[in-house]
């Protein structure tokens, strides 16, 4: 037997004894979406007329508020909500227009609190539950796969939201919540939150629902859009709730514009459509010239060294994950890419560093345990090889890579 299958074996028959990791029991999508669907409500914006002009979804938290998008609240004169059999009508209440988080106060309306979790406690590969509630004519059970195909009940592409016309709505036709099950995509770092791009498939009228993760926690509000000529699901972090203004300021008049800044959203949603199409020129040209602009954004920095490294720049990739972890400490995805552009250099000995304050950062991310434990094989410290790989073990027993590593 070789040393190097020798160890493979010792560090899978270690992994067999580790202890299950702590933490809450995952419910299933179905009981997430029995026990969270009422607090998903309908909106329904009217224009001057009093006309059905946009459908669109919330989230109600406690007694007479509810969260939507601003791409649902802005659209038009007046609204009306829809929960528990009933219909409401809603007024506008202080909101964050600027990452496109509208509330609406609802009067009367006494929807049970909500059960609040957080976006920095996610992370990419993570599953998760999107509920809303589609236009008044489209309905059915929607689930996600890992080729991220938006298909409805009828195996069709979906539109999405934001950009598929409402023209022909029927009022009289009931609006139930559905499911659509995804994992988390992407993640990026953004005013004080993650942003972040789920896989799920989302049908018209999902806009501004709500995104729960595995213990039914609301972790974000859907805010579909299309991009780059692809119909999108981002979703605003639950964190940013924190900074609403309180429900007792006067509400200021929306102004149209405002959920939309030049350098805000749109740009990391322009950024988000070029990865996810591997359009490594453009991502790296319009994250350098953000980075002109503002050198303090982490993300964009960050999108820097994933086009570098996807274009084999590896030196310029270290020196942008260097420049975002300079501008965000703990960003712990910056840390595992750094000691990836690392090992593309054979720089073994800064690559395990790199590695090591990823864990450190993230103790439960199973592919930066794995990837240190290979570098420290390439150093030859074998025992420090064994402890990376049980914790990518312990982490995700189905990761074989982790004991079966050899060519």
């Given at each position: 037997m070789t040393a190097i299958s020798s160890l493979a074996l010792l560090v899978f028959a270690s992994a067999l004894f580790l202890p299950l990791l702590p933490g809450a029991s995952a419910k299933t999508p179905e009981q997430v979406f029995t026990e969270e669907r009422g607090s998903i409500v309908s909106i329904d914006m009217l224009n001057a007329r009093g006309e059905l002009a946009v459908q669109g979804s919330g989230v109600a938290l406690g007694a007479d508020q509810v969260i939507t998008t601003c791409d649902v609240a802005r659209q038009a004169e007046s609204a009306r909500v829809g929960w528990a059999g009933r219909i409401f009508k809603a007024k506008p209440a202080p909101s964050q227009t600027h990452l496109n988080l509208c509330r609406l106060r609802v009067a009367g309306m006494h929807a049970p609190s909500l059960a609040l979790g957080g976006a920095e406690k996610l992370r990419v590969g993570q599953p998760v539950n999107a509920i809303g509630l589609p236009h008044a004519r489209l309905g059915g059970r929607l689930k996600g796969n890992r080729n991220e195909e938006r298909r409805n009940g009828r195996d069709r592409i979906c539109p999405m939201c934001d950009g598929s016309k409402v023209t022909g709505l029927q009022e009289e036709h009931r609006r139930d919540p559905i499911l659509a099950e995804g994992v988390v995509a992407v993640m990026r770092p953004y005013a004080g939150s993650r942003y972040m791009r789920i896989s799920a498939p989302l049908l018209p009228g999902f806009s501004g629902?709500?995104?729960?993760?595995?213990?039914?926690?609301?972790?974000?509000?859907?805010?579909?859009?299309?991009?780059?000529?692809?119909?999108?699901?981002?979703?605003?972090?639950?964190?940013?709730?924190?900074?609403?203004?309180?429900?007792?300021?006067?509400?200021?008049?929306?102004?149209?514009?405002?959920?939309?800044?030049?350098?805000g959203l749109v740009w990391l949603n322009q950024t988000l459509a070029l990865e996810k199409k591997a359009d490594w020129r453009r991502l790296l040209k319009l994250s350098q010239q953000e980075t002109g602009r503002d050198p303090s954004n982490a993300a964009a920095w960050f999108n820097v060294g994933i086009a570098s490294c996807n274009l084999k720049q590896y030196s310029q990739a270290v020196n942008a994950y260097r420049e975002a972890i300079r501008h965000h400490a703990g960003y712990a995805d910056a840390w595992h890419k750094l000691g990836m552009a690392y090992a593309h250099?054979?720089?073994?000995?800064?690559?395990?560093?790199?590695?090591?304050?990823?864990?450190?950062?993230?103790?439960?991310?199973?592919?930066?345990?794995?990837?240190?434990?290979?570098?420290?094989?390439?150093?030859?410290?074998?025992?420090?090889?064994?402890?990376?790989?049980?914790?990518?073990?312990?982490?995700?027993?189905?990761?074989?890579?982790?004991?079966?590593?050899?060519?």
């Open positions: 629902g709500g995104l729960f993760d595995e213990q039914g926690q609301l972790v974000g509000i859907l805010s579909p859009q299309r991009v780059e000529g692809e119909s999108l699901a981002f979703v605003l972090p639950s964190d940013w709730l924190d900074s609403l203004p309180k429900m007792t300021q006067a509400p200021r008049p929306m102004d149209p514009k405002s959920a939309d800044p030049g350098h250099l054979k720089d073994y000995e800064n690559a395990s560093q790199a590695y090591e304050d990823a864990v450190r950062l993230d103790p439960d991310n199973g592919e930066a345990w794995y990837d240190l434990g290979n570098t420290y094989h390439h150093l030859k410290k074998y025992a420090h090889t064994i402890h990376a790989y049980r914790h990518a073990l312990r982490i995700d027993p189905k990761n074989f890579r982790a004991w079966y590593n050899w060519e």
